[in-house]
DNA sequence: GACCGCATGTAATAGGTTACATGATTCG
DNA sequence: CGAATCATGTAACCTATTACATGCGGTC
């Protein structure tokens, strides 16, 4: 049920239609959190049966009505609620790893573009992100801190720090396949 | 699909029955992929149902007889094909990280007891994985390396670097979280 | 006698992805 | 005129989790 907790978070920052949560789920919360717009529309209509969103029909000259939400009373209990419960610290679920071991049962040295494509997308990402941060937290336009933002920047940090590493181990995988396909370097 | 062929890589490595393959999914497999046995039996019917995998029963002494599971030849050619296949670099899904932000509309401080709960079970794993890093690769007792156990062991140098990783992180959280709870230690 | 490990499953539900569908407006 | 963006949804399917269920053998 953790999507419904994002969005409720997500709808506490600034209210917003399905559409534009969908695309904050591409960004900013989709560092950590990911959804489509299918599941968030199907989410939506269940939390606002269920009393703990309110919805804003609101008509836009040159775009088509959107409806936007809001967090109600019961939707900020229930998220506070779900802080105060322990959670299951969750673990890794990496593809890329599972075709790394797989690869032994193959060409290793097959394995090294797909690798290579992995680490342009990561570096990519940590760009993003790191450009994010600046706009947003460390350079001069950005906003005077405050607790939310304090939180949200930790939060980027970690983003980072994923990608950082993430960029370090391919590295490491690509040194061990290049030495698994013939020529040992000088150590 | 890629429990599929997790399980294609983990019965390469080595055949054995829907329990066997359940624990190993809570140990090695498990640091990047997890199942439960329910999803593993129900995988491993269909895919020998599809001609991917061998079947053996064998009865043993004290124990209830088992299935054990191999890979057969177009299980090993589904495999080879995947490990071909382009996969998507996945996202991060930290729930962890929906607190965190979700605390801006709580009291901060009441997370700290929950991120310090997940910093010692962090702990705990990278306490487990560098055992196991020390008992199956670096220590004196260890095999000699093959491409397989190389491969084996990039994998599990990507969890180790992970879990660092996060200690690091949940440690800037803490300090974060703190900081906002009022006193503003020397910088 | 109670509990743990081995071994295998079914059933119900929840969560998530993919494909399909519509319609307006703006930009090149 | 075609493509992209804004905006909302349905339907079918696949994947994953939770709860329930059984039975033997060994250990405390």
């Known amino acids: 049920m953790a999507l419904d907790h994002?969005?409720?978070?997500?709808?506490?920052e600034r209210p917003g239609s399905g559409y534009e949560l969908a695309r904050r789920f591409e960004r900013s919360i989709g560092y950590f959190w990911t959804a489509t717009h299918q599941q968030i529309y199907r989410v939506l209509r269940r939390m606002e049966a269920e009393g703990l969103l309110d919805v804003r029909e609101v008509a836009q000259q040159g775009r088509p009505d959107k409806r936007e939400?809001?967090?109600?009373?019961?939707?900020?209990?229930?998220?506070?609620?779900?802080?105060?419960?322990?959670?299951?610290?969750?673990s890794l679920r990496h593809e890329l790893a599972?075709?790394?071991?797989?690869?032994?049962?193959?060409?290793?040295?097959?394995?090294?573009?797909?690798?290579?494509?992995?680490?342009?997308?990561?570096?990519?990402?940590?760009?993003?992100?790191?450009?994010g941060q600046e706009r947003d937290f460390t350079g001069p336009g950005a906003p005077p801190p405050d607790?939310?933002?304090?939180?949200?920047?930790?939060?980027?940090?970690?983003?980072?720090?994923?990608?950082?590493?993430?960029?370090?181990?391919?590295?490491?995988?690509?040194?061990?396949l290049h030495r698994l396909a013939g020529g040992l370097p000088p150590s």
Chains 1, 2 share one sequence.
């Not at 994002?6 to 506490?12: G, Y």
């Not at 394995?111 to 450009?131: D, F, P, Q, S, T």
């Open 69 to 90: 939400y809001s967090v109600a009373a019961p939707g900020r209990a229930a998220l506070s609620r779900w802080l105060h419960e322990p959670i299951e610290p969750e």
């Open 98 to 131: 599972v075709k790394i071991r797989g690869a032994a049962f193959d060409e290793p040295a097959a394995l090294a573009g797909e690798v290579e494509r992995h680490r342009r997308v990561h570096a990519e990402r940590l760009a993003h992100y790191l450009a």
């Open 147 to 176: 607790p939310g933002r304090e939180l949200q920047h930790v939060v980027l940090r970690g983003g980072i720090a994923y990608e950082r590493m993430t960029l370090d181990w391919l590295d490491d995988v690509l040194a061990t």
């Open 6 to 12: 994002a969005i409720l978070v997500s709808l506490l």
